[in-house]
């Protein structure tokens, strides 16, 4: 009975599956003038299969701490570059690599998947081949972290100057060195960033830094008009890294902003670039605050020369650091500095006093910037030390 059964159901299977395919059906139907009808079942192209795991639970669980160098969109096309800069990882702390994927002129450093930057002529393909590259720094253990450069943006403000900041003399407002600025408050730009930052998720980076995520801070400020203003700077900044921070988390990417240091010490100031640390955190999961010595006035913390104090500048900064981000869920994770400015000269010492500082104060984290990509090997510590 067992073998006459699966006989029987076998062959009802097959008989199915065959006039399911436009064939004949039962073997028994093999003759007559019967002709068979292709039968083809009904397909939507259009859907999409969504994931079937918990893509933010995955992220949060294969989170490793960032000890990382910036790296400029420049890097990849230059091979003696890049050997330095994987040799610097292989042989030290260093695992991650903040990468320019819109850079501070607004252009697209590979070719990104974005109809605006596409149709407006925003690419620039300074890395030839996004996933190579990617797949490289995987190689080396290294976290790929794009920085996207937010609304500094004079390419596309000249391309589209529907998308900018106005001067109230006419024409596009500029600042002091002569660059534009997209409009914080223009919903387009927005949803344009979020598609440059998800079209870098999609290539493998696992963190999307928000860089100038900010209204601009030096120029004819009081000229500058904002086409469709309708409400504070500091509300028309946490509704875009809100706006953004939904789309990329289901991609199961970190999302952080880069802020200045006056933030966390939350002067008056930040009102007027639209930076308020607790609306920020609200709607990032990792606050980098740039806190470089150099950047500091005299008796900033009771400092008479803040960047020649880069220990006691660092642990007064991180400390307060700590208690604005206190029951926000937000982590922090400082950039630190690793160039020389004000006619002070940061090496060895200086450098290694800043990490030390910033663990002190609990953060396993931080990251150091220097445009020349110098970086000073000799503060860090050997692979897998500390």
């Known amino acids: 009975m067992g ?49 079937l795991m918990d893509m933010v639970a995955l992220r949060d669980l294969s989170y490793v701490p960032v000890k990382g160098v910036y790296v400029s969109s420049y890097a990849p096309g230059s091979t003696e570059l890049m050997t330095r800069l994987l040799s610097l990882a292989d042989e030290t702390e260093i695992n991650a690599f903040v990468v320019d994927v819109k850079e501070d002129m607004g252009l697209l450093t590979y070719a990104a998947d974005v109809p605006l930057a596409k149709s407006e002529g925003l690419i620039e393909k300074r890395i030839k081949n996004i996933d190579d590259f990617v797949a490289t720094l995987a190689a080396h253990n290294i976290i790929p972290i794009a920085r996207v450069v937010c609304f500094k943006d004079t390419n596309l403000a000249k391309k589209r100057p529907d998308l ?25 730009v927005w949803e344009y960033l979020v598609e440059v930052a998800e079209d870098a998720a999609r290539h493998g980076f696992r963190e999307i830094q928000f860089d100038y995520v900010r209204f601009p801070t030096d120029g004819p400020i009081s000229q500058a008009v904002y086409p469709g203003e309708y409400c504070s700077k500091i509300d028309a900044i946490a509704g875009f890294l809100a706006y953004a921070h939904a789309r990329l988390e289901k991609l199961g990417v970190w999302v952080s902003a880069d802020v200045f240091g006056i933030v966390i010490q939350d002067t008056p100031d930040t009102e007027k670039i639209g930076q308020k640390y607790d609306k920020v955190a609200q709607n990032v999961d990792i606050m980098c605050p740039m806190v470089y010595p150099s950047h500091y006035d005299t008796g900033s913390y009771n400092l008479d020369n803040p960047n020649k104090s880069p220990y006691e ?7 307060q650091t700590t208690e604005r981000l206190a029951g926000t869920g937000c982590m922090g994770r400082p950039w630190l500095q690793d160039f020389n400015l004000r006619g002070v000269q940061y090496g060895v010492a200086e450098v290694k006093a800043q990490i030390k500082a910033a663990e002190e104060q609990g953060y396993s984290e931080w990251i150091l910037w220097d445009s020349q990509l110098k970086y000073t090997t000799g503060a860090l510590r050997a692979e897998g030390g500390g």
């Open 313 to 319: 500048l660092i642990t007064a900064a991180m400390k």
């Open 3 to 51: 073998a006459a059964a699966f006989a029987v159901g076998f062959i009802l299977l097959w008989s199915a599956g065959s006039w399911i395919r436009g064939g004949e059906g039962f073997p028994w139907r093999s003759g007559g003038t019967t002709v068979a009808t292709r039968m083809d079942l009904p397909a939507e192209t259009a859907y999409k299969v969504e994931p």
């Open 164 to 188: 900018a900041i106005k001067s109230s003399k006419g024409g596009l407002w500029a600042d002091y060195k002569g660059l534009n600025y997209t409009n914080p408050y223009n919903h387009e």
